[in-house]
């Protein structure tokens, strides 16, 4: 491993950007080893090591795949999925949570509503944090595992035509998986509507590392994407539900879009859907959602045992 993974080892993940093409390309060629290890390998990974999660927003697919990654290569997991059943309901804060559990955890991963909060507890913590999810600025496990799923599928991630459509304003899995993008040569084409094109801030941050265009018309793009990445549209994030009205349904995802699209394109989502995906489109040979999710397993075990080696 080069330094910048070894640093992994101290810090954890907490954004995308702090990883090199190099780091990810390292983080995919462990997911393809553990993928082919024999069950008595990986479960010699993590043997004696232990994972602990606190989750301060709802979840199912992260927590249950990075306890099922943490089983996959030997160790252990505990932590709080509830925060309502914890102290942190008699008001303690998060940063006596985050030590406490850093004296019981090897790793810990957080999920947090406020945007910084996994950096704040890398900062404070004795161990490794992921993040989990942060507010509505990173998700950076999701994007790595949506990487390894287009090389995975694809074959390789560079030269590919990448379609990303519904909410790009408060949807935190777009921008992680753009900064991920900003490390190969693909043409990313974002289609939403007006009210939820990417906000300006990251736009800055992205310039001159990635070349996209925008968009409200899918069909402008569908017959040439190798890959049509769709998100929900987050009414939980929305300040005003009638803002979330005029929005909702605006990419509906059936039989009649997947027709259009290349036979080898792919067709991902990072779930929970809600109606942007007819379910329908599941049997298709393009819908690759549900195996994107069980990746998500791999991955996870891929980085967890690079940061505790």
Request: negative net charge.
């Amino acid at each position: 491993m080069n330094q910048r993974m070894n640093n992994l080892s101290q810090n954890g993940i907490i954004s995308i950007r702090d990883l090199s093409k190099d780091d990810l390309e390292k983080i995919y060629s462990k997911t393809n080893e553990i993928m082919e290890m024999k069950v008595e390998q990986r479960q010699e990974m993590a043997r004696g090591k232990t994972l602990g999660y606190l989750f301060f927003e709802p979840s199912t697919r992260t927590t249950l795949s990075f306890q099922s990654a943490m089983a996959l290569i030997g160790g252990t997991s505990f932590g709080i999925a509830d925060a309502t059943s914890s102290s942190i309901k008699k008001g303690e804060s998060l940063a006596d949570t985050v030590k406490i559990m850093s004296g019981y955890a090897d790793v810990i991963v957080l999920r947090h509503s406020l945007d910084g909060a996994s950096k704040f507890a890398a900062e404070i913590s004795t161990k490794p944090v992921i993040n989990a999810g942060s507010g509505t600025t990173e998700h950076p496990t999701q994007a790595i595992l949506d990487l390894f799923t287009i090389k995975k599928e694809l074959g390789k991630i560079d030269g590919k035509n990448i379609g990303i459509v519904g909410d790009l304003k408060y949807g935190r899995t777009v921008y992680s998986l753009l900064y991920g993008l900003s490390n190969y040569d693909v043409n990313v084409h974002l289609i939403s509507p007006e009210s939820l094109k990417i906000r300006t801030d990251f736009t800055y941050n992205l310039k001159g590392n990635l070349s996209y265009t925008e968009s409200e018309d899918l069909d402008e793009y569908i017959e040439d994407l190798d890959v049509l990445y769709v998100t929900r549209i987050q009414k939980e994030r929305f300040p005003d539900e009638e803002e979330y009205l005029k929005v909702k349904g605006s990419y509906i995802i059936g039989q009649d879009v997947v027709n259009k699209m290349k036979e080898d394109a792919i067709l991902l989502h990072p779930l929970p859907r809600l109606d942007e995906i007819s379910t329908d489109v599941d049997f298709t040979k393009q819908a690759r959602y549900f195996q994107q999710a069980e990746y998500g397993k791999f991955t996870r075990a891929a980085i967890l045992s690079l940061l505790l080696q």
